[in-house]
């Protein structure tokens, strides 16, 4: 009876322990890996998905289990980051930037921001082609691995910045807080296959992929906050 007891206390023990590693999951990628050839090529994105990104995920669970970042959202978490470990801010980062980048990418050619966002660009930044001058630079800028991203502050503006590694506008450390809502990877596992120390080509290149859509959505969500 008490190996009985003993077993099933150890099995509820394991669920548990699961469950709490469960927290945070990877949404499934919204295209096939080969959707985005004109200009992220499969080989790239299936690494980048199944093995970068999966590992943040994986890594930010196990940075919160038994703490009392458990059951907090991740926007929670980033907010105040600084009061954590280095793996939970780096993971934190690394899980929330992938899988905004994911959805913010599409095989659909020629999409086009909404006639709010766009009036909003036109108003911050003069024309879109001025901005994705902006976005590209701080790109092309960012030493070493990091993120280039259009946010939106706490007024309602557009603003383009840089961070580092995971880093991000939504952390309490960021120079720039605000609501990202387009984020371009500048590490180099997310272009070095095909681009080698290129990066300009791939900055260039990833207009192309642009989910305007989806953007605008996080766009008209951000400024309701």
């Known amino acids: 009876m008490m190996n009985f007891f003993k077993?099933?206390?150890l099995l509820s023990a394991l669920v548990m322990g699961q469950a709490a590693i469960a927290q945070f999951k990877q949404a499934p990628l919204p295209y096939a890996y080969?959707?985005?050839e004109r200009a992220v090529d499969a080989e790239t994105m299936e690494i980048h998905y199944s093995k970068h990104g999966a590992a943040y995920t994986t890594n930010l669970?196990?940075?919160v289990a038994g703490t009392a970042m458990e059951k907090e959202s991740l926007e929670k978490i980033l907010?105040?980051?600084s009061t954590g470990s280095a793996a939970l801010r780096n993971n934190a980062g690394g899980h929330y930037n992938h899988e905004l980048f994911w959805t913010i990418l599409t095989p659909n050619k020629d999409t086009k921001p909404s006639a709010a966002l766009a009036?909003?660009?036109t108003k911050d930044f003069g024309s879109i082609?001025?901005?994705k001058e902006q976005l590209n630079k701080a790109g092309a800028d960012r030493f070493g691995s990091g993120w280039a991203w259009l946010a939106v502050d706490s007024k309602g503006k557009l603003f383009v910045s840089s961070t580092a590694n995971q880093d991000n506008p939504l952390m309490d450390i960021a120079e720039q807080k605000g609501t990202p809502i387009l984020g371009i990877?500048?590490?180099e596992h997310a272009y070095y296959l095909k681009?080698?120390?290129k990066r300009a080509d791939y900055l260039g290149a990833f207009w192309t992929i642009v989910n305007w859509p989806e953007v605008s959505r996080r766009y008209e969500a951000a400024i309701k906050k």
């Open 61 to 63: 669970n196990k940075a």
């Open 7 to 9: 077993a099933t206390f």
């Open 119 to 121: 009036a909003a660009i």
């Open 79 to 81: 907010a105040k980051v």
């Open 195 to 197: 681009y080698q120390n």
């Open 129 to 131: 082609d001025k901005l």
């Open 34 to 36: 080969n959707a985005l």
């Open 185 to 187: 990877d500048v590490w």
